[in-house]
């Protein structure tokens, strides 16, 4: 622990903080985590009323209770109650998963790295209307690096000739690993849109979001063709393990 946090209150500030924060995580192990990730958060101002401000404001307890055990940085915010307002302005539910990764997001990436990754979508032809409509359902895809954002889709642009749009609205794509499930994924799904045995107008994004079990039934199994596909998939899994020696999702 931070030896700053000497300096607090143990009464005023360090207990009640400790309380505060145990009262969402039930877990004495879980409530040392977050000094142990921040150094003095038991001592900052800013974590009892950033807590505070996030339940007056309508944030589900287990919205908090993953920030606290996940993004402890959250708290450390001096214009929290802006960026909530600012959130639910686009529409965010603050009772909702979603609203504490928006709000990570927000209290991560500097506003000149925000605009350089919006600048990257609008690079692929996203306009900055879409660039919203994907935080808005998948606000993970802002945590995605620059690099990552043109990987994914130069390879669904350039290499499967996909249109970008398609990812609009389930850029969780993004988020996915690109040699161990879009590749791989990729080459199925294209052999069955070439072959015609895929509807041109059925979602580009499914096969890839879907886990193993699903995809394997409904995307390789369940056609005449079902050696053949598995034997590509394979061979493009294989191919990444190569690649990646660790061979871990």
Not at 52 to 67: C, K, P, Q
Not at 155 to 179: C, H, P, R, Y
Request: net charge positive; glycine share 2%; proline share 3%.
């Amino acid at each position: 622990m931070n030896p700053m946090v000497l300096c607090s209150s143990l009464e005023n500030q360090i207990v009640p903080t400790y309380e505060l924060a145990y009262r969402f995580l039930q877990s004495h192990k879980d409530t040392f985590a977050c000094a142990n990730k921040n150094p003095t958060f038991f001592g900052d101002r800013r974590v009892q009323s950033n807590i505070r401000l996030l339940t007056e404001n309508g944030v589900a307890d287990s919205n908090i209770a993953r920030l606290l055990k996940n993004r402890c940085r959250v708290f450390f915010t001096r214009d929290t109650l802006k960026l909530v307002e600012e959130l639910k302005d686009l529409g965010f539910n603050p009772s909702k998963t979603t609203f504490g990764i928006a709000l990570h997001a927000k209290t991560t990436i500097s506003k000149t790295l925000w605009k350089e990754k919006v600048d990257a979508f609008k690079k692929w032809g996203w306009s900055d209307e879409d660039v919203l409509a994907a935080f808005r359902t998948q606000p993970h895809c802002m945590l995605v690096s620059i690099n990552k954002i043109n990987l994914v889709m130069s390879f669904w642009v350039n290499q499967l000739g996909w249109d970008a749009m398609a990812i609009v609205k389930t850029a969780s794509v993004l988020s996915l690993n690109l040699e161990k499930r879009i590749i791989p994924r990729s080459a199925v799904v294209q052999y069955l849109l070439d072959k015609g045995l895929r509807k041109k107008n059925a979602s580009l994004t499914w096969p890839f979001l879907v886990p193993e079990k699903v995809f394997l039934d409904m995307c390789i199994k369940r056609f005449e063709e079902s050696s053949y596909l598995l034997k590509l998939y394979e061979e493009k899994l294989n191919h990444a393990c190569i690649t990646d020696k660790t061979c871990m999702s």
